[in-house]
């Protein structure tokens, strides 16, 4: 196994590398100010300057106007354009709109593949994925409440979601429901395309995280779908499939995250190695030479480096074995990863002082958007629970 980025890829790692903190990073303040709604113009801007760049879409297959990388390739992508909370916005990769492309490229029939896939591959249009229940343990998707009862050629919906992301502002939604109550625990969902602007689709609110409920794509909607009717036709895959989409889409997902915030603490260890190399604590001393600085820089240098080394392996693994073989590998990075970049976040927080929890650094945007990190896909104890069995029942 050689992680040494592929000599195909180098050239667009630098180039990325070069973008992001030429042209994109500079972009951040002004839509953290106006949120995503509000600099829409900017974001198409610089969405056109990737695509004319040639840059669009890394983890596209090429038939739909992507780059067509591996899991590995496009991990290391992920890990550069994590750096800018925009990154993966403005190359087209982002999430929930990548995992649905997955779906759709996959499972979707032609028809509903030029109506959603076409448009959604190219950015003019976007997504969300409703699964997640209020009243129901995010943890075990097979436990849902959600209902699409089958009327002739129709399935009716009805059911209460929340932290359906990007809601707001999205095409369509991917919509776990129950059709088939009485089956086996995993096969009992289905998931169904609903267009939001379908009689019955009430996107209550967007939920505020830490006090900012965010907008357009910087979302996290609540949901009612009451009596919504949606054709038959509209269903991905088989009846009763749907857990079993989930899981081949959450699995690439995670990697894709684990790079993500591994780019998030490249970018956090950048802003404390400066700070502290420059923050004054004395005449002639800064906070550098303090050996709780030195001791977290070390351990930062370090938990960051074996991060990325188990995250390549875990995709690695599912590119040559697949994801069962993976499991293990990929439930370790969750919980692992998360927890790195969640401790990185919070000392360099700490080295920083007061200056840290103000919006003048980019430190308090991720403490507060990316708490959420050993909750979502899955909380990490709940991780760490299914991998130990696993590994336990190999000793029974």
């Known amino acids: 196994m050689d992680f ?4 195909s890829v180098r050239p667009l790692l630098a180039k990325i590398e070069r973008f992001i903190a030429d042209v994109v990073m500079p972009a951040e303040a002004e839509v953290f100010d106006k949120g995503f709604t509000g600099a829409a113009p900017l974001l198409a801007e610089l969405r056109a300057k990737v695509k004319a760049e040639g840059m669009w879409g890394p983890q596209l297959p090429k038939d739909i106007g992507g780059l067509g990388l591996d899991l590995v390739e496009h991990g290391l992508v992920s890990e550069r354009l994590g750096r800018s909370p925009l990154g993966h916005y403005v190359f087209g990769c982002q999430a929930p709109d990548a995992g649905n492309i997955e779906i759709l490229h996959k499972y979707g029939t032609p028809e509903q593949k030029a109506r959603w896939l076409e448009p959604l591959a190219s950015g003019k249009i976007r997504s969300c994925f409703s ?10 998707p097979t436990i849902m409440s959600c209902r699409a009862v089958r009327s002739g050629d129709e399935y009716v919906i009805d059911g209460h979601k929340w932290f359906t992301s990007a809601a707001d502002g999205s095409a369509f939604a991917i919509v776990m429901a129950v059709t088939n109550p009485d089956a086996a625990r995993h096969s009992r969902a289905s998931m169904i395309i609903v267009p939001t602007d379908t009689k019955g689709f009430d996107r209550v609110r967007n939920i505020p995280i830490m006090g900012d409920a965010g907008s ?25 499939a749907g857990f079993l989409i989930a899981q081949e889409r959450l699995g690439p997902g995670r990697i894709h995250h684990c790079m993500r915030w591994i780019g998030i603490c490249e970018r956090t260890f950048d802003t404390m190695c400066r700070h502290i ?17 030195q001791a977290w820089v070390a351990e930062a240098r370090a938990d960051i480096e074996a ?6 392996h875990a995709a690695w693994r599912i590119e040559k074995k697949g994801f069962s073989v993976a499991r293990d590998d990929v439930s370790l990075i969750k919980f692992f990863v998360a927890d790195i970049m969640l401790r990185v976040i ?5 080295l920083h002082g007061a200056l840290a929890i103000t919006s003048d650094t980019i430190l308090a945007h991720y403490y507060v958007h990316e708490r959420g990190a050993r909750i979502y896909d899955g909380p990490d104890e709940v991780h760490k629970m299914a991998v130990s069995k696993r590994i336990l029942a190999r000793y029974s």
């Open 307 to 312: 991060a990325r080394l188990m995250v390549l």
């Open 346 to 350: 919070d000392r360099a927080i700490q």
């Open 131 to 140: 699964m997640t229940e209020p009243e129901n343990p995010g943890s075990n």
């Open 216 to 240: 357009g794509y910087g979302t996290h909607a609540e949901i009612w779908y009451r009596n919504v009717r949606v054709p038959v036709a509209n269903r991905l895959g088989p009846e009763g």
């Open 4 to 7: 040494d980025p592929p000599e």
């Open 277 to 293: 190399t420059r923050r004054k604590i004395d005449d002639d001393k800064t906070l550098a030479t303090r050996q709780i600085a």
